[in-house]
Every structure is written in C-alpha cells, then in structure tokens.
C-alpha cells in the first residue's frame, strides 16, 4: 500500500501562494487579510492535521474493513488499472458533495465544519482553516460506497488528498473569473465564494469540491451577481479571536440546546439543520432566504438572477 | 537522535504560520474602517441581521461601535471585530451600565465580550437595554 499523502507535500506550494497573497493584498486589497484573523485560520490548518494525524485511523480501520466486502476486484495491483484513477476521483468528488453538503445541513456535521466557514475574511489562508474534530462526524461514512465498489483505501485518500489541494486555490478574491468553460465545470473562486458569503442568496449553496457540476445537477448551484457585496463569514459572526472558542462554539452550542431541549425535540437539536429550533426562535438558512425573498419582493425590486423569485413554485422547493 | 516526523513537521508548520501572520503584521494589512455616515450604520446592520432597518442609532465617539434601534423598538450592537463589523441584537440577557459618557455593552455571550461606548447621554440607551425582557433570539 503506497504511503503517499498529496497534501503533505503541497503546504510549502501553499505557504508561498499566501505570501503571494498577502503582496497583492498589499498593493491592492490591504482590507483582504487581517493579521489575528490570518493567525487564527493557520493554526486551524495545523491542528487540524495533527488532528487528522491522530485520529484519522479510526476512519481508515473502517475502509480496511469495508474493503474486504468489494463487489469488483482490481487485483493486487489495482494502482496500475489506470482508468481506476480518474473514476474514482470523479466519484471521490461526487462523495465530498454530499458529504459537504450534509456538513452544512445536518447540525452534528455542521459543528465540525463551522471552522471552515467563521472567518470573516476570504483569501488563500481561509483555504487552510480546517475543522479538527472531523473525526468525531460520520462524514467518512460517505466514502464507504467507493471501498465496497473495489476502490482501494489508499487510492480514495490520494484522490482526496488532490481534491482538497484544487480546492486551496479558489479561496482568493484577487480572481474574478475564469474563462467561461471553466466557471462551467469546475469550482472557482466565484462560485466558492458564494460557498461562503452570508448573504441570504447565497447561504447554503454551492458544495462542490472540484466539479461545480453536482450543484448544478443537484439544485444547489447558486451564480455570483455583481452588483452585491459579498460579506463572509457566518450568520451570526464569532466577534472573538479565541482559537479553542472558534474551534469549539458550535460543539458547545448543539450540546446544551440537546440539554435544555425537552425530550422529544432533543434528537432534532443532532440531526436536524443549523437554526432550526423546537419554539421557533431562531432561522435556518432557508427562513433567512425566504424572509430576504418577501422582503425584496414587496420592496418591488426585481431579485437579480434569482430564478426561484420569478417562479413561486421552485421558491417553495427548498432543497432538503 | 530520532525526532518523530509528526514533530518535525509541526515545528515547521509552526514556524511558517508565526511567519505568514507576522508578515501580515509587518505589511500592515488589515486597516481600520469606521462608522461614519448614516448610510454605514444601515450598510452594516443589515449584513449583521437582513432586513434591519436603523430608525435611531448612536455611534461612538471613536466610530467602531455603535447602537442602533428599528421600528420594532429591538436594539442592535455593532463593534469592530479585527477589520470587519460583528453585532448582535440584544435581548434578555444583555447588560448595559452608563458612566458619564461611557457605556458598557455586554450581549450576555462571554466570548462577544463587553463593548464599550463614547456617547453623549447613555443613561437612556442604558435603561433601554437593561429592560429588555425578550428572550435571546440566538
Ligand atoms: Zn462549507
Ligand atoms: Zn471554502
């Protein structure tokens, strides 16, 4: 089994594309980066590798097991199948969709992935602010589909490995667009940062990993529009340079609403979507779009590239 | 001697992150927006909650934080976080205390910490907010 992990040999590639960075941010966005907030996403980068380094056994144990129930076999030396790689890397991304987009919806999840998201800024560095406590979600559960295919662990981890490597760059506001066939198929930073904006037409849509394509197929793929200021981060802003507090707020925030919780709604506090609440006191994503929707429609305005606007029917299909 | 490579690495790491945010440091980056116009504090309260519509608001005196108040009567804090604005409407478990002209905002979240205000005449922005018996609309 090849010991092989991309993404190791990636970070000095990532440590001179932020200073990179960091000089365009000079000459032309200095607002771009703000030194705590820079500090703070790098360490997460960091922990979350000795994270991943610590704990990521559990998960490979897991597809060790799994492997052993594959429906195809690609022989002792499946690395050589060549045609296996670009499959399973496709099918790599495909899992990464739903296993984003399950971070985004499913609370437990969520807790994990928050990390990812509570900057406020956008540049290179947020690319590096990763959860560290992955492995206390189920989200490697969704890989398990391409061990019992046949594809080898080590095959699935390399894949995955490259993935989150394309997906460093895109997170850079010194790129407007790409060229039109590209802004197509792949991911890009327009379409990531819509990922990431809190603008109620943005919130919870475009998961992709490196194909935008299951967005696209899937309902979720969301344009960026031009005439509206992006603002990043969450909906409701961290307001603190605490690393353990960023790291673990969400954690502590799902655990004493499941104790407080009267027993029957307790499970949904788990599984249920960010903001969702048993008395309605707080929005999900979908309350602060639909109420952004009312809002501009009775203003009159008519809502930019919002499809969903104009045709009341898709307005009342929220995807799950 | 043996140095556990997860070691190595992570010294490293270390050593590249101390690096990168000090340069950041170093290049200055960030800067320091302000509150000053009337159409700042509306820009920003409403990316801290859509659809909040300003009617009354003070700003501080240094113009990094300000309180704002809409047609429902509900009370928003808004204070500089590194170089972008984060806020909160206030609710049951919000505290305020007025000495002087300065005012003391805390949201009752230990990590938002207390925010504190330069304005002529807090003591009815004070009272306001201490009397606020909505819950914490988290
Ligand atoms: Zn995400
Ligand atoms: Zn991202």
Same mark, same amino acid.
């Given at each position: 089994?090849?010991?092989?992990?991309?993404?190791?040999?990636?970070?000095?590639?990532?440590?001179?594309?932020?200073?990179?960075?960091?000089?365009?941010?000079?000459?032309?966005?200095?607002?771009?980066?703000?030194?705590?907030?820079?500090?703070?996403? #790098?360490? &997460? %980068?960091?922990?979350?590798?000795?994270?991943?380094? $610590? !704990? @990521?056994?559990?998960?490979?144990? *897991?597809? /060790?097991?799994?492997?052993?129930?594959?429906?195809?076999?690609?022989?002792?030396?499946?690395?050589?199948?060549?045609?296996?790689?670009?499959?399973?890397?496709?099918?790599?991304?495909?899992?990464?969709?739903?296993?984003?987009?399950?971070?985004?919806?499913?609370?437990?999840?969520?807790?994990?992935?928050?990390?990812?998201?509570?900057?406020?800024?956008?540049?290179?560095?947020?690319?590096?602010?990763?959860?560290?406590?992955?492995? #206390?979600? &189920? %989200?490697?559960?969704?890989?398990?589909?391409?061990? $019992? !295919? @046949?594809?080898?662990?080590?095959? *699935?981890? /390399?894949?995955?490995?490259?993935?989150?490597?394309?997906?460093?760059?895109?997170?850079?506001?010194?790129?407007?667009?790409?060229?039109?066939?590209?802004?197509?198929?792949?991911?890009?930073?327009?379409?990531?940062?819509?990922?990431?904006?809190?603008?109620?037409?943005?919130?919870?849509?475009?998961?992709?990993?490196?194909?935008?394509?299951?967005?696209?197929?899937?309902?979720?793929?969301?344009?960026?529009?031009?005439?509206?200021?992006?603002?990043? %981060?969450?909906?409701?802003?961290?307001?603190?340079?605490? !690393?353990?507090?960023?790291?673990?707020?969400?954690? /502590?925030?799902?655990?004493?609403?499941?104790?407080?919780?009267?027993?029957?709604?307790?499970?949904?506090?788990?599984?249920?979507?960010?903001?969702?609440?048993?008395?309605?006191?707080?929005?999900?994503?979908?309350?602060?779009?639909?109420?952004?929707?009312?809002?501009?429609?009775?203003?009159?305005?008519?809502?930019?590239?919002?499809?969903?606007?104009?045709?009341?029917?898709?307005?009342?299909?929220?995807?799950? | 001697?043996?140095?556990?490579?997860?070691?190595?690495?992570?010294?490293?790491?270390?050593?590249?992150?101390?690096?990168?945010?000090?340069?950041?440091?170093?290049?200055?980056?960030?800067?320091?927006?302000?509150?000053?116009?009337?159409?700042?504090?509306?820009?920003?309260?409403?990316?801290?909650?859509?659809?909040?519509?300003?009617?009354?608001?003070?700003?501080?005196?240094?113009?990094?934080?300000?309180?704002?108040?809409?047609?429902?009567?509900?009370?928003?804090?808004?204070?500089?976080?590194?170089?972008?604005?984060?806020?909160?409407?206030?609710?049951?478990?919000?505290?305020?205390?007025?000495?002087?002209?300065?005012?003391?905002?805390?949201?009752?979240?230990?990590?938002?910490?207390?925010?504190?205000?330069?304005?002529?005449?807090?003591?009815?922005?004070?009272?306001?907010?201490?009397?606020?018996?909505?819950?914490?609309?988290?």
């Amino acid at each position: 089994m090849p010991d092989f992990n991309p993404t190791q040999y990636a970070v000095p590639l990532f440590v001179i594309a932020v200073l990179v960075e960091m000089i365009w941010a000079k000459l032309r966005a200095p607002e771009a980066y703000e030194p705590k907030d820079t500090l703070i996403s #790098l360490s &997460f %980068g960091l922990g979350s590798t000795i994270a991943g380094a $610590l !704990l @990521g056994g559990f998960a490979l144990a *897991i597809f /060790i097991e799994a492997y052993q129930y594959r429906l195809f076999d690609f022989g002792p030396q499946w690395w050589a199948v060549w045609w296996a790689w670009p499959v399973c890397f496709v099918l790599d991304d495909l899992a990464y969709y739903w296993v984003h987009r399950a971070g985004h919806r499913i609370r437990w999840m969520w807790a994990a992935h928050v990390n990812h998201h509570s900057s406020q800024h956008y540049n290179l560095s947020t690319a590096l602010r990763q959860s560290w406590t992955g492995a #206390l979600t &189920f %989200g490697f559960l969704f890989a398990v589909p391409l061990v $019992l !295919l @046949g594809f080898h662990p080590a095959m *699935i981890a /390399i894949c995955s490995g490259f993935n989150l490597i394309y997906q460093f760059w895109i997170h850079t506001e010194a790129i407007k667009r790409m060229p039109r066939w590209f802004e197509a198929v792949m991911n890009t930073p327009s379409h990531h940062r819509v990922h990431h904006a809190t603008n109620p037409r943005y919130l919870d849509r475009n998961y992709a990993g490196v194909f935008i394509i299951w967005d696209r197929m899937f309902g979720t793929f969301e344009p960026e529009v031009d005439d509206e200021a992006i603002r990043y %981060g969450i909906v409701k802003q961290l307001g603190s340079f605490n !690393l353990l507090w960023a790291v673990f707020h969400e954690w /502590i925030g799902m655990l004493s609403d499941i104790w407080r919780a009267p027993l029957r709604h307790k499970l949904s506090y788990l599984l249920r979507e960010p903001g969702w609440s048993h008395d309605g006191s707080r929005e999900t994503s979908d309350m602060i779009r639909n109420r952004w929707r009312a809002r501009v429609a009775a203003q009159g305005a008519p809502v930019a590239s919002s499809v969903a606007t104009r045709n009341p029917i898709a307005a009342g299909s929220e995807p799950a | 001697m043996d140095i556990p490579p997860l070691l190595l690495q992570t010294a490293g790491s270390l050593a590249a992150i101390l690096a990168l945010a000090g340069l950041a440091w170093w290049l200055k980056l960030g800067g320091a927006p302000v509150l000053v116009g009337d159409n700042d504090i509306r820009r920003v309260a409403s990316e801290v909650e859509d659809g909040f519509e300003p009617l009354d608001w003070a700003v501080s005196q240094d113009h990094t934080a300000a309180l704002a108040r809409d047609a429902e009567g509900r009370i928003m804090l808004i204070r500089l976080h590194g170089n972008r604005f984060a806020g909160r409407i206030l609710g049951a478990k919000a505290g305020a205390r007025a000495a002087g002209d300065t005012l003391t905002v805390g949201c009752g979240e230990t990590w938002f910490g207390k925010t504190r205000l330069i304005i002529a005449n807090p003591n009815p922005w004070a009272e306001a907010i201490n009397r606020i018996s909505e819950p914490c609309h988290a």
